[in-house]
């Protein structure tokens, strides 16, 4: 059986092995197939197995693959297969739930230290020589922000939302959460469910933990933030598409909040005339929360388990 990865670069630049799905057939691993049909139909050839992470399997690739048996997402989110062609050829498709939940609240929480302490910039400025020049034991050049008492909303609730919820709260911070799924029984004194308005009129954070639907779409537009205290943050570990880049930009550049930390856009790789790029106060990185190299391993075996699961005729996180 022929196994064909089509972008294995950002899971495994080399720190980790493919030896486990080597066991389950011939496997051909491509650290990136370009976006273009003609290309990925060349690579996947007569695979009757593919793993794809961020390459597009569209109606034109599904209908020219005839061997195509699985399609294995290498991450959670699978909006890169036309899941509904994919199912009335009975191709299942799976995907990776819950490997990084840890490592992104980890990382949220940098990003959330990171706008209080400007950490980086200070580093550097000391690398440049203002310690050796300063006349006293110490300086700052950016308003230094402590977290406790502070209130922190996350929209959305899910596994990672919940990681990031259980490190604020040991932060010393109040977390209000909006989400579809509203659960009482977990409502403490610092931890509670309210309205979208309310949670952006309270918040001095923002931290984004949804998934892209239709609902949640630019779910941070000129409206909301326009909700939000001036003196605001906003974290999106996320999806890009969550939030309306341009209105984003012009709510920093005009300081109607304070700053704002992105780790995903709305286009990967980011454009050069993406309006983050030089927003005032926007930390950008390049969609690394979920890359921690625990978090890889993790991804690789769910991968493996999942294609063996299927091997099996039982078929494991199916999302056709």
């Known amino acids: 059986m022929k196994i064909v990865v089509l972008d294995g670069y950002t899971l495994n630049p080399g720190d980790i092995s493919w030896s486990a799905l080597k066991e389950l057939g011939e496997l051909i691993v491509y650290d990136r197939t370009p976006y273009q049909n003609k290309a990925i139909l060349n690579n996947i050839a007569d695979a009757e197995i593919i793993f794809t992470n961020k390459t597009p399997i ?25 899941i509904k062609l994919a199912k009335s050829k009975n191709i ?4 990776i739930p819950d490997y990084s939940s840890g490592a992104v609240a980890q990382f949220t929480m940098g990003l959330l230290l990171e706008l209080c302490h400007n950490i980086g910039a200070h580093n550097v400025s000391v690398k ?11 300086y700052w050049n950016s308003p230094l922000m402590e977290l406790a008492g502070k209130t922190l909303g996350l929209i959305g609730f899910g596994k990672i939302g919940k990681a990031t919820a259980k490190l604020a709260q040991a932060f010393g911070l109040k977390v209000l ?7 009482q029984s977990l409502a403490t004194d610092n931890l509670q469910f309210v309205s979208l308005d309310n949670l952006l009129e309270q918040s001095d954070f923002v931290s984004l933990h949804c998934p892209l639907t239709i609902e949640t779409e630019e779910i941070i537009n000129a409206t909301t933030i326009a909700k939000m205290k001036q003196s605001a943050m906003l974290i999106n570990t996320s ?15 005009e300081g109607k909040i304070t700053a704002a930390a992105v780790d995903v856009v709305s286009e990967e790789p980011m454009k050069s005339n993406n309006p983050l790029l030089n927003a005032k106060n926007c930390i950008t990185t390049p969609h690394i929360a979920w ?3 625990e978090a890889r391993v ?11 699961s299927f091997l099996n005729e039982n078929p494991n996180n199916v999302v056709s």
């Not at 440049?128 to 110490?138: A, E, I, L, T, Y």
């Not at 959460?177 to 659960?183: H, K």
């Not at 993790?298 to 063996?308: D, F, G, H, K, P």
């Open 239 to 253: 999806r890009g598409l969550l939030v309306n880049e341009h209105d984003l930009a012009e709510a920093l550049n």
């Open 92 to 95: 299942v498709v799976t995907n």
């Open 291 to 293: 890359a921690p190299k």
């Open 298 to 308: 993790r991804l690789m075996q769910i991968a493996v388990n999942n294609l063996q």
């Open 58 to 82: 569209d109606k034109e690739i599904l209908n020219k693959a005839p061997n195509l048996k699985y399609i294995g997402v290498l991450a959670t989110g699978y909006n890169v297969v036309n």
């Open 128 to 138: 440049n020589g203002d310690w050796v020049k300063s006349k006293d034991f110490c």
């Open 177 to 183: 959460l909006f989400t579809r799924t509203v659960d």
